[in-house]
C-alpha cells in the first residue's frame, strides 16, 4: 500500500509553467510504475506522463516536448515540470501508483489501485 498527496496546481496563463508534486509515503523507487493522469469535466481520465522504477520515462503526445516527470527518492516525491502551459492542459491531475503494469498498460487508469487527491491547474488563454 501507498498513500499519495498531490501539491503544486494552481491558475495561470497560456504559456506559463508549473511544477506539481506527488509526495509518497514509501519509496518511490520501490514502486514500478508512477503515473500522472489528468482528467477535464465531462471528459475521460487520460495519462499524462509516467515513469518506473529503473527511471524509464513515458509521455503522452499531447504534453511530449512541454512536460517533464521526475522523482527525487531521498524525498519520496514524484514531480511534473509543465511548461508551455495551454487552455486544453486545464484539468484535474492526479498521481497513481501500482506494480505489476507494463508499456502498453501504463497509461490505462483503471489498473492503478493507489491514487492521491488530485491537484486543479488551470490555463486561460
Excluded: H
Excluded at 70 to 88: C, F, G, I, R, V
Amino acid at each position: 500500500q501507498v498513500q499519495l498527496v498531490e501539491s503544486g496546481g494552481g491558475s495561470v496563463q497560456a504559456g506559463g509553467s508549473l511544477r506539481l508534486s506527488c509526495a509518497a509515503s514509501k519509496s518511490i523507487n520501490t514502486i514500478y510504475y508512477v503515473t500522472w493522469f489528468r482528467q477535464a469535466p465531462g471528459k475521460e481520465r487520460e495519462g499524462v506522463a509516467g515513469i518506473n522504477s529503473a527511471g524509464t520515462t513515458s509521455y503522452a503526445d499531447s504534453v511530449k516536448g512541454r512536460f517533464t516527470i521526475s522523482t527525487d527518492p531521498a524525498k519520496n516525491t514524484l514531480y511534473l515540470q509543465m511548461n508551455s502551459l495551454k487552455p486544453e492542459d486545464t484539468a484535474m491531475y492526479y498521481c497513481a501508483a501500482d506494480w505489476g503494469l507494463t508499456l502498453a498498460t501504463i497509461f490505462q487508469y483503471r489498473n492503478y489501485r493507489y491514487w492521491g487527491q488530485g491537484t486543479q491547474v488551470t490555463v486561460s488563454s
